[in-house]
């Protein structure tokens, strides 16, 4: 890894709790629950921290909650806004997950801890759906197709917001948004260094040989994101292939499409809690 690329990553790591304020204004149910409890789960490359936050006592569903940062911020706390609100609305125990990320791991270190908790967490027949924003997005496309392949468990949903789905192709410089080239190119070299491993299926769920048999899927893209299109082609892929997709975009913005319209993500947010509501009960 390339000094710089180093220095600049720590710089990344370090400062994220000062500089990620994206959901601040989203804070719409859920601000009165209790602080999450913090509990450490087995993962094949150690135990990795979960917060837990919990809206009732009693068995619940859980919903296991990847964040974002591009696998390079190890800041599961930028999402509380999301997590508070998802337990509150959906009734569920959401899972915000502290995973490992670069420089201090490569690929596929997050892709495996963040399966390994999601099947920790549904091995004594807890209902666990999964999902994520941009590269959270992507790991719980990861998720479902190692549950799916290994066949550890059965995720009832994933919700897939704005994900990162291939990595494979290199970013042009003519591509503009919120989410540069440059940027893309640095997540490449520090998470993904090996070009080759960028094609596997669990780095980029869009080159996955088959998705037949996956859980049904909540696809969230916006309108003028970078990765529109692999959220949309990944969404296609899906409903071709049997699984039941619900596919939502949110017109005239771009990577932060929640906070960039916030009279329409309280639609947004509470249809993607009604799913996962009704996945983790059953319909009478």
């Known amino acids: 890894m390339r000094l710089t690329d180093r220095i600049r990553v720590e710089a990344i790591r370090a400062t994220a709790r000062f500089t990620v304020s994206y959901g601040e204004g989203l804070r719409f149910a859920g601000s009165d629950l209790p602080a999450p409890t913090r509990v450490r789960l087995p993962t094949r490359h150690g135990p990795v921290p979960v917060h837990l936050y919990r809206p009732a006592a009693g068995p619940l569903p859980v919903h296991v909650h990847l964040h974002g940062g591009a696998w390079l911020m190890r800041h599961p706390q930028m999402d509380d806004w999301w997590c508070r609100y998802l337990a ?31 099947a920790a967490l549904a091995a004594d027949g807890t209902p666990v759906s999964v999902g994520g924003f941009s590269s959270g997005g992507g790991l719980a496309a990861s998720v479902a197709l190692q549950a799916r392949d290994a066949g550890t468990f059965t995720p009832t949903l994933q919700v897939l917001g704005i994900p990162a789905l291939d990595l494979s192709a290199e970013p042009r410089d003519s591509d503009r948004g919120m989410i540069s080239p440059d940027l893309r190119r640095l997540v490449r070299r520090v998470y993904f260094p090996d070009p080759s491993t960028r094609l596997e299926a669990y780095a980029s769920p869009l080159l996955a040989s088959d998705v037949r048999g996956l859980p049904p899927a909540v696809v969230l893209t916006a309108e003028r994101d970078v990765l529109r299109a692999e959220g949309d082609a990944y969404a296609h892929r899906l409903r071709a292939s049997g699984v039941r997709v619900v596919h939502d975009v949110t017109p005239g913005v771009d990577h932060y499409f929640l906070t960039e319209d916030p009279v329409r993500a309280r639609t947004t947010m509470a249809m993607v809690a009604g799913e996962v509501s009704g996945a983790g009960r059953p319909r009478g």
């Open 88 to 118: 509150a609305t959906a009734g569920v125990v959401v899972a915000n997950v502290d995973f490992e990320v670069a420089p201090r791991v490569a690929y596929p270190v997050a892709q495996h801890q963040a399966h390994d908790v999601a």
